[in-house]
């Protein structure tokens, strides 16, 4: 069994990242990263030196898996689906599942901390499973995954262990996949039905997937510096759109719908919510919608 798991992780190692770092809509030059030098790609000493210097900054325990006893035990199941490899304890990887699984019904994906350090998606999410998903249960199977990166929140860190990004790892190509996102993966293809839904929206299959991802300050100042210098290149900054909450990947426009209201409500306890528009250096909190269908949210989904 160690065996297996160690030529995983050396499978996760070798993933490929194929993000550009160089931006054409760049305002200005950020200063080189205090890791790596220009030019040269990280190799083993240099992820060792990011790694030792991540800290634990809070609790994943204690912030995220105790408010799993919030969920309505009569509608879910809370399963765990697996465990962080760098300490199983610390780490387990839990999702709130429809109890009374049926396979005439529509399935729904919604998952937070795909980004660890991403707080409101975590913490939206789990609010969501336990108040509006249990009056969705009645029309759709529901999965919630509230913490796919528990590392990644816990070290408030956009990266795994081993400066791999969980959020591009979900392809079809498993030499990509991270331990985090083969984890979600393996949970999905254990459910049943697992054929899409039809496109005239009627019978059982996976309609939608609502990924909840939160843009902060950080992102200019340290993920994204540290994403170029990763590859040997220097980061650009851009300005950070402030307050904005968006839904992409569809033709989805409801984005202050039953369904987002509780993920809105989450994130304006600590992040102020503005109109939309442009500020340099400021924070934006987005609802990233992934769905196989271009039918509005409403549409999809009705009122619960």
Same mark, same amino acid.
């Given at each position: 069994?160690?065996?297996?798991?160690?030529?995983?992780?050396? @499978?996760? %190692?070798? +993933?490929?990242?194929?993000?550009?770092?160089? &931006?054409?809509?760049?305002?200005?030059?950020?200063?080189?990263?205090?890791?790596?030098?220009?030019? *040269?790609?990280?190799?083993?000493? !240099?992820?060792?030196?990011?790694?030792?210097?991540?800290?634990?900054? #809070?609790?994943?325990?204690?912030?995220?898996?105790?408010?799993?006893?919030?969920?309505?035990?009569?509608? /879910?199941?809370?399963?765990?689906?697996?465990? $962080? %490899?760098?300490?199983?304890?610390? /780490?387990?990887? $839990?999702?709130?599942?429809?109890?009374?699984?049926?396979?005439?019904?529509?399935?729904?994906?919604?998952?937070?901390?795909?980004?660890?350090?991403?707080?409101?998606?975590?913490?939206?999410?789990? $609010?969501?499973?336990?108040?509006?998903?249990?009056?969705?249960?009645?029309?759709?199977?529901?999965?919630?995954?509230?913490?796919?990166?528990?590392?990644?929140? =816990?070290?408030?860190? #956009?990266?795994?262990?081993?400066?791999?990004?969980?959020?591009?790892? /979900?392809?079809? *190509?498993?030499?990509?996949?991270?331990?985090?996102?083969?984890?979600?993966?393996?949970?999905?293809?254990?459910?049943?039905?697992? %054929?899409?839904?039809?496109?005239?929206?009627?019978?059982?299959?996976?309609?939608?997937?609502? *990924?909840?991802?939160?843009?902060?300050?950080? *992102?200019?100042? !340290?993920?994204?510096? +540290? &994403?170029?210098?990763?590859?040997?290149?220097?980061?650009?900054?851009? !300005?950070?759109?402030?307050? =904005? #909450?968006?839904?992409? &990947?569809?033709?989805?426009?409801?984005?202050? %719908?039953?369904?987002?209201?509780?993920?809105?409500?989450?994130?304006?306890?600590?992040?102020?919510?503005?109109? #939309?528009?442009?500020?340099?250096?400021?924070?934006?909190?987005? $609802? &990233?919608?992934? @769905?196989?269908?271009?039918?509005?949210?409403?549409? +999809?989904?009705?009122?619960?």
């Amino acid at each position: 069994m160690e065996s297996k798991q160690n030529a995983n992780q050396i @499978r996760m %190692s070798e +993933a490929k990242d194929d993000w550009k770092p160089l &931006r054409k809509m760049a305002s200005q030059p950020a200063d080189k990263y205090r890791i790596g030098e220009i030019g *040269d790609p990280w190799g083993v000493a !240099e992820k060792k030196e990011w790694l030792d210097q991540t800290t634990k900054k #809070r609790s994943y325990l204690e912030e995220v898996v105790t408010k799993y006893v919030k969920i309505d035990m009569n509608v /879910f199941e809370v399963r765990q689906y697996g465990a $962080l %490899s760098t300490d199983p304890a610390a /780490f387990p990887l $839990l999702a709130a599942i429809s109890k009374d699984w049926d396979s005439s019904k529509p399935c729904v994906l919604v998952t937070g901390g795909v980004h660890g350090y991403e707080t409101s998606g975590v913490q939206g999410t789990l $609010l969501f499973a336990a108040t509006t998903a249990v009056d969705y249960a009645k029309q759709f199977n529901i999965v919630v995954c509230p913490c796919v990166s528990p590392w990644g929140y =816990e070290r408030v860190e #956009r990266w795994n262990p081993i400066c791999l990004d969980p959020n591009r790892s /979900f392809g079809p *190509d498993e030499s990509t996949h991270t331990e985090e996102s083969a984890a979600v993966i393996k949970l999905l293809d254990s459910l049943e039905p697992r %054929s899409n839904i039809s496109e005239g929206g009627v019978g059982g299959g996976w309609i939608c997937h609502l *990924d909840c991802h939160e843009t902060t300050d950080t *992102d200019e100042t !340290e993920f994204m510096p +540290a &994403r170029a210098a990763l590859v040997g290149s220097v980061y650009k900054r851009c !300005e950070i759109p402030d307050g =904005e #909450r968006n839904v992409e &990947r569809g033709v989805c426009v409801c984005v202050e %719908s039953s369904y987002t209201k509780p993920f809105s409500v989450q994130v304006s306890s600590w992040l102020e919510i503005r109109p #939309r528009q442009r500020r340099n250096g400021t924070r934006a909190s987005s $609802l &990233r919608w992934r @769905r196989s269908h271009t039918f509005a949210l409403e549409t +999809a989904l009705g009122p619960s």
